[in-house]
């Protein structure tokens, strides 16, 4: 079969696909030392034809004379007169010819490597870099699948945490001691019960999203880049072709004795026909493929639960308000999208236009260009596939009930006083933006509670037309997107589980060791920092994390540290961690959030335990030599 494609054929084959091209790069190095050796030969050749052509001509002005005229003439001659001897003439062609073919050795050592050696380099080069930039885009793609699969665990995980914690609860209200206290274990159990809920429906969506960026990265990604492959690789054995031609007619021009042999070679390179190697290599690396099995829901090994999504009423809360911020994300997706679809229709244009018709300028960068532009509409199609993921499996549990529709407008805020949050009524600790408050009316909540608090925001009828009409003006001036300051796909498809329980907390320091006496205790030692996850309730005892794992304590160990001596609560320090690392590549970054690199650059990783090593799946955060602090793949550093 003629005119197959790498994506259709070769599903998941990128590595195999590369190690081709490799070959194909490796045969150009292996042909352009070919022709350095070849220019090293005739330049050689030349100098000792020069050479034996200059002592001929030596000899033969000493023997002209003799020859043509005698050793002792008896009448005076001249130049002319010897080269009146047919003999002398054809002696001086001979030299002369020689002259000229050494000359001629030299034309074409110079001509090849300028034509054919230095222009086999320049593509050698061109291609490597299209290669690498195919392979980067590739790892990102994985990285972005990766994240997508590491978000649907660690969603599993938070929810089997959860699960127990309900009844890690349960125990707390069994020894509650009287009523009051029963009565605070039992708010405190059912508070449990809707986050354990929350966690499970947060889990049900990364699911789906995880299933979906599945499909998309094998049906979709996947073989969209190998059919990119596809095309450079065919572009670098057609121009490998035109260049080893051009070398055959320089020969062929030099020697007329050799253009049997060169013209045979020129008719096999003339020959070449990427399409037809290519399906030979095709044919000879057909392998069994099925893509994987979607995902199922997992129930907790300890709570009995099913796959429904759960619609109690503060559940369908939370479920309303990601439904209305998916809403809001994917609006301002769409004409970005759209752009960038454009864009990538325009370029495909020029592509084929400047293939086919070289005199309208080099097809190289339009080539690159139409490279970007494809990589990016794949990427902004990954968090379009996320974002309708989300409402899609929200919609289908909701149904028509949206909930209010007049949001809260939250901004990050510190609190340099105890603040009671408008939700769950504990207090939000910490100058360090660990909370939310509405620009409109002034609620103040956890961030952990943002999403759970009703869309029931009480600012005044002019605000709101205010705000509509703002958003009317932003949706419009979304539609001439700014390419320079389009916003990177990440900052549409944020993780679900870091989106809903991004935390801060207090941080408190062991007065006393603590031995725990059930499951559901933390073993700490004297002096240890530690975060304070939730607060006495007035049980006596304080739920605390050292990093590692959770769990209850005396609320009497625990002495809380101020604002002054705060280990940086929550999403990490803005103070370095002391712990550095190396580039070992260079990275450009792709957003606002990202840090460039640079080959041997040192980095301060951040502190926190959000921070550093602890950011996210495949990235890092950190902090380099100018201050400035973001996140960078961690596959391009090595620790210092």
């Not at 070959?23 to 050749?45: C, G, K, P, W």
């Not at 002096?527 to 739920?543: F, H, I, L, N």
Request: aromatic share 8%; proline share 3%.
């Amino acid at each position: 079969m003629s005119g197959q494609k790498f994506g259709e054929s070769l599903p998941d084959q990128v590595e195999r696909i590369s190690s081709l091209f490799d070959a194909h790069l490796h045969l150009l190095v292996e042909v352009r030392e070919l022709y350095r050796e070849r220019t090293a030969l005739e330049r050689e050749y030349a100098a000792k034809l020069q050479a034996l052509t200059k002592r001929a001509a030596e000899k033969r002005a000493k023997l002209v004379a003799a020859f043509v005229v005698g050793d002792e003439p008896t009448k005076a001659f001249s130049e002319s007169t010897l080269g009146q001897n047919t003999l002398n003439a054809a002696f001086n062609e001979i030299i002369t010819s020689m002259t000229d073919t050494a000359q001629d050795h030299v034309n074409l050592a110079d001509s090849l490597n300028t034509q054919v050696v230095d222009v086999l380099k320049a593509v050698e080069r061109k291609q490597e870099d299209l290669k690498k930039k195919e392979m980067t885009f590739f790892q990102k793609l994985l990285t972005e699948r990766e994240r997508a699969y590491a978000d649907r665990l660690k969603a599993k995980q938070k929810y089997d945490e959860e699960c127990s914690e309900v009844e890690s609860v349960r125990q707390k209200q069994v020894r509650a001691s009287d009523d009051r206290h029963a009565d605070r274990a039992a708010k405190q159990a059912e508070q449990q019960r809707i986050d354990m809920l929350n966690s499970k429906n947060v889990y049900l969506i990364s699911t789906a999203i995880a299933n979906n960026v599945k499909a998309k990265f094998y049906d979709q990604d996947l073989p969209a880049l190998e059919d990119q492959f596809q095309i450079i690789q065919s572009r670098l054995v057609i121009r490998f072709a035109k260049i080893l031609s051009h070398s055959v007619a320089l020969q062929s021009g030099q020697l007329d004795v050799l253009k049997t042999h060169l013209s045979r070679l020129e008719g096999v390179l003339a020959q070449v026909d990427p399409t037809r190697d290519q399906d030979i290599f095709i044919e000879h690396n057909i392998r069994p493929f099925k893509a994987p099995s979607d995902w199922k829901f997992e129930p907790c090994v300890n709570h009995y639960d099913t796959d429904a999504m759960s619609v109690e009423p503060a559940p369908k809360v939370f479920l309303q308000n990601k439904l209305s911020r998916s809403r809001g994300k994917l609006q301002e997706l769409g004409p970005l999208m759209d752009s960038k679809r454009r864009d990538q229709d325009k370029l495909s244009d020029l592509f084929v236009a400047y293939d086919a018709d070289h005199s309208l300028g080099n097809d190289n960068d339009i080539s690159e260009a139409y490279l970007d532009a494809s990589h990016s509409v794949i990427s902004y199609g990954t968090s379009e596939c996320i974002l309708k993921t989300e409402m899609e499996v929200i919609l289908a549990a909701i149904g028509d009930d949206e909930g209010e529709q007049q949001p809260h407008s939250f901004k990050s805020s510190s609190f340099s006083i105890p603040t009671t949050c408008g939700y769950c009524k504990t207090a939000i600790w910490g100058l360090s933006k660990q909370g939310k408050t509405c620009r409109a009316c002034n609620l103040s909540v956890h961030s952990k509670c943002e999403l759970k608090v009703p869309a029931d925001c009480k600012h005044s009828e002019h605000d709101r037309k205010s705000s509509n009409l703002s958003r009317t003006s932003t949706a419009t001036s979304r539609t001439s997107i700014d390419r320079a300051a389009a916003p990177t796909p990440s900052a549409f498809a944020q993780s679900v589980a870091e989106e809903t329980y991004e935390e801060s907390y207090q941080s408190a320091r062991m007065l006393f060791d603590f031995t725990p006496t059930s499951e559901f205790e933390l073993q700490v030692t004297e002096g240890t920092v530690v975060q304070v996850v939730e607060p006495d309730d007035g049980s006596g005892w304080v739920k605390v994390s050292d990093g590692r794992n959770a769990g209850l304590v005396p609320a009497s160990y625990v002495e809380y540290e101020d604002a002054a001596g705060s280990t940086g609560a929550g999403g990490g320090s803005e103070e370095g961690s002391g712990e550095y690392v190396r580039g070992i590549y260079s990275y450009k970054s792709r957003g606002p959030d990202e840090l460039g690199l640079d080959e041997g650059e040192l980095i301060e990783l951040t502190s926190g335990p959000n921070g550093g090593m602890h950011y996210g799946d495949g990235w890092w955060e950190g902090i380099n030599s100018t201050g400035q602090k973001g996140i960078f793949p961690s596959n391009y550093v090595e620790r210092a």
